[in-house]
């Protein structure tokens, strides 16, 4: 692999007796020297400066392999991604099945290779297999980390490849208000706090599992939950809640015992993710097992067929209107009802 230093040591500079600068560093133990080869101070301070930018960059390795471009670039993203752990998951897969390849050697059939193998897994969550969307996440990522690793040049040439998949659209997947209950009713506490919260809010599950103490506001004349500012094109805002009253108790409950700042919390810690909580619950009620996400799709389903009209559902859900229409617009009474008024005879 390209040499990647994680920590570099203090640089300074310091004038020998013939006038020279060098620049001075401890390495492993060790006072190094490193000659600027100037005389001027100004000089042998942009010198200083270069070389200290250059030391925790990687040197190009035309023998790098896939891990080595990951490795590089999650030491630079991890800080900042917004969503850390379903993103190093996703490179796990990529470093588990073309972590040991050539980076100089990849091709379009690798990559079409790697979709065809993951495609055929089973989810973790055992509810089929993996879809075409996760893969596409996953390839994309990985683009990015071969990007990175050729403007960090680490690689000498840039790795362009199509994706062998599309991202999958919103299935039409729902469950019903009974189905809704039974798995609430067969879940843990802090899994049915979830799974209603997403109900009657029609959020997406990083919104809810980020959720704090000091962004629900129960009192009588507000009763609404602040989910923050967008991220990327993921909308959030303020959700009222006013009225439902079935989560307002749940909410005061779940305040007076919790012992973090979080609102959805296991033994005093936030919970990073809810897949095996909502699975097991699904078992228990003895229904299919279904993503968190079909609980947001499910809550914008019951709207639409409730009448309520696009718009305030677009703007309740922070989900754009055009979105509403074009995903849950056949599930409209008005829209049935013109379909139906359309094919009679």
């Known amino acids: ?64 392999v896939v891990s080595d471009a990951i490795d590089l670039y999650w030491a630079y993203k991890e800080a900042t991604i917004k969503q850390p752990v379903s993103a190093r998951a996703a490179l796990n897969n990529v470093v588990r099945l073309m972590g040991e390849l050539s980076i100089a050697k990849l091709t379009q059939r690798d990559f079409d290779t790697y979709a065809r193998t993951r495609l055929s897994e089973k989810r973790k969550n055992g509810a089929g297999t993996v879809s075409e969307g996760t893969v596409s996440k996953e390839l994309r990522l990985f683009r990015a980390a071969l990007n990175y690793a050729h403007r960090e040049r680490l690689i000498t040439n840039a790795v362009t490849f199509r994706l062998p998949t599309k991202s999958s659209g919103v299935r039409d997947v729902w469950i019903t208000k009974d189905q809704a209950n039974r798995i609430i009713e067969n879940a843990s506490p802090h899994i049915a706090l979830f799974v209603l919260i997403a109900l009657s809010t029609a959020k997406r599950r990083e919104a809810i599992l980020q959720l704090k103490w000091d962004a629900v506001d129960l009192t009588a004349s507000r009763e609404a939950i602040d989910f923050g500012d967008d991220v990327g094109n993921k909308r959030r805002g303020s959700t009222p809640i006013s009225g439902i009253s079935r989560l307002i108790d749940r909410l005061k409950a779940a305040k007076e015992t919790s012992t973090s700042e979080h609102v959805i919390e296991f033994r005093g810690k936030p919970l ?60 409209s009474p008005e829209y049935l009802r013109e379909v139906s008024n359309a094919v009679t005879f």
């Open 272 to 331: 990073l993710d809810v897949k095996n909580g909502v699975k097991q619950a699904c078992v228990r009620a003895g229904i299919e097992v279904i993503t968190s996400h079909v609980l947001k799709h499910s809550a914008i389903t019951w709207m639409v067929q409730g009448g309520v009209g696009l718009e305030r559902i677009a703007k309740f859900s922070n989900t754009s209107k055009q979105m509403i229409e074009q995903v849950y617009g056949h599930h």
């Open 1 to 64: 692999m390209g040499r990647i230093k994680q920590q570099a040591p203090t640089f300074r500079t310091s004038k020998r007796k013939d006038g020279y600068y060098d620049i001075r560093y401890e390495q492993d133990g060790e006072t190094k020297t490193k000659s600027t080869g100037t005389k001027d101070p100004k000089a042998a301070e942009r010198f200083r400066a270069q070389f200290a930018a250059d030391w925790s960059k990687p040197t190009t390795n035309a023998k790098a």
